[in-house]
T-cell receptor, first 114, second 114 residues
Framework: AQSVTQPDIHITVSEGASLELRCNYS??????LFWYVQSPGQGLQLLLK??????LVQGIKGFEAEFKRSQSSFNLRKPSVHWSDAAEYFC????????????FGAGTRLFVKA | GAGVSQSPSNKVTEKGKDVELRCDPI?????LYWYRQSLGQGLEFLIY????????KSGLPSDRFSAERTGGSVSTLTIQRTQQEDSAVYLC????????????FGNGTRLTVT
């Protein structure tokens, strides 16, 4: 069974600063990897996904993530954070076989200071 | 509608009562998930339906929780003899079914047990 760890419960960055949110997964093969965002009062929205191929994937709102097999990581990055990026971010892993169910990490809450 | 629809959006119930939460997935989506999100917690997997296969109930926290999916479409999550610790937001999501299919979430049902 797969599992996901997001080591940081919350992170605070200044507007305009760069951002990196960490995600580590455990799975026996190359998983499907996702990042979702949940803005205050909003539903969860897909930011980006990795299935295969290029290990650096681009998503919406200027986010990108890099899959590193050797580190079992899929960290989310953004070069310059905007105040509207304040939200909760969830990393998720989908299995390639069996039940295909998607498992989420505990989330990282991002605070942006002016 | 175009998205996943959940009802009610809010539910307040007394301890010991039964509640039913409804999810109407996106048409054509074969996979349907229920997750629970408690304050400050991540997304806790509850149950997963995929087509006509037997559901994956491995996340249901107790036998007070059950879910069904009728006709491969609408799903109902039932909580019997509710307890205060059941208070949470219950999220439903649907997808095209494969592990690489991103999830589309509803806005959730906020359950408060008094």
């Amino acid at each position: 069974a797969q599992s996901v760890t997001q080591p940081d419960i919350h992170i605070t960055v200044s507007e305009g600063a760069s951002l990196e949110l960490r995600c580590n997964y455990s799975y026996g093969a190359t998983p499907y990897l996702f990042w979702y965002v949940q803005s205050p009062g909003q539903g969860l929205q897909l930011l980006l996904k990795y299935f295969s191929g290029d290990t650096l994937v681009q998503g919406i709102k200027g986010f990108e993530a890099e899959f590193k097999r050797s580190q079992s990581s899929f960290n989310l990055r953004k070069p310059s954070v905007h105040w509207s990026d304040a939200a909760e971010y969830f990393c998720a892993v989908g299995a390639r076989g069996g039940g295909f169910k998607t498992i989420f990490g505990a989330g990282t809450r991002l605070f942006v200071k002016a | 509608g175009a998205g996943v629809s959940q009802s009610p959006s809010n539910k307040v119930t007394e301890k010991g009562k039964d509640v039913e939460l409804r999810c109407d997935p996106i048409s054509g989506h074969t996979a349907l998930y229920w997750y629970r999100q408690s304050l400050g917690q991540g997304l806790e997997f509850l149950i997963y339906f995929q087509g006509n296969s037997a559901p994956d109930k491995s996340g249901l926290p107790s036998d007070r929780f059950s879910a069904e999916r009728t006709g491969g479409s609408v799903s109902t999550l039932t909580i019997q003899r509710t307890q205060q610790e059941d208070s949470a937001v219950y999220l439903c999501a649907s997808s095209l079914g494969a592990g690489d299919s991103p999830l589309h979430f509803g806005n959730g049902t906020r359950l408060t047990v008094t």
